[in-house]
Nanobody, 124 residues
Framework: QVQLVESGGGLVQAGGSLRLSCAASGLPFSSTLMGWFRQAPGKEREFVTGISWSGGSTYYSDSVKGRFTISRDNAKTTVYLQMNSLKPEDTAVYYC?????????????????WGQGTQVSVSS
């Protein structure tokens, strides 16, 4: 049984930082592409960032590039999202997603497993 459990969301002022974690189980984690997506009220779920199996390759949406950093610890089967210089437009529910044996995608449909989401709210 696959489980992805996010944590670390909360309320922060603009310019602040948060670190999200996603603990995975039931997956071949070291062979799984991991990603973070977000969904704001009334909007579609959008790609934020992804990381390759080993962590050697990362990719970001233009809206977060230079501010957010994704990383993973395969020994702990956990992926992280460090978010700096947060803006009110970053407010959304953030979802961890997994694509076993995936090679890299920004498409929601490519990811097989999803966490329950964690709320990030940034006040101005």
């Amino acid at each position: 049984q696959v489980q992805l459990v996010e944590s670390g969301g909360g309320l922060v002022q603009a310019g602040g930082s948060l670190r999200l974690s996603c603990a995975a189980s039931g997956l071949p984690f070291s062979s799984t592409l991991m990603g973070w997506f977000r969904q704001a009220p009334g909007k579609e779920r959008e790609f934020v960032t992804g990381i390759s199996w080993s962590g050697g390759s990362t990719y970001y949406s233009d809206s977060v590039k230079g501010r957010f950093t994704i990383s993973r610890d395969n020994a702990k089967t956990t992926v992280y999202l460090q978010m700096n210089s947060l803006k009110p437009e970053d407010t959304a529910v953030y979802y961890c997603a997994a694509d076993p044996y995936g090679l890299g995608s920004k498409r929601v449909a490519e990811y097989d497993y999803w966490g329950q989401g964690t709320q990030v709210s940034v006040s101005s």
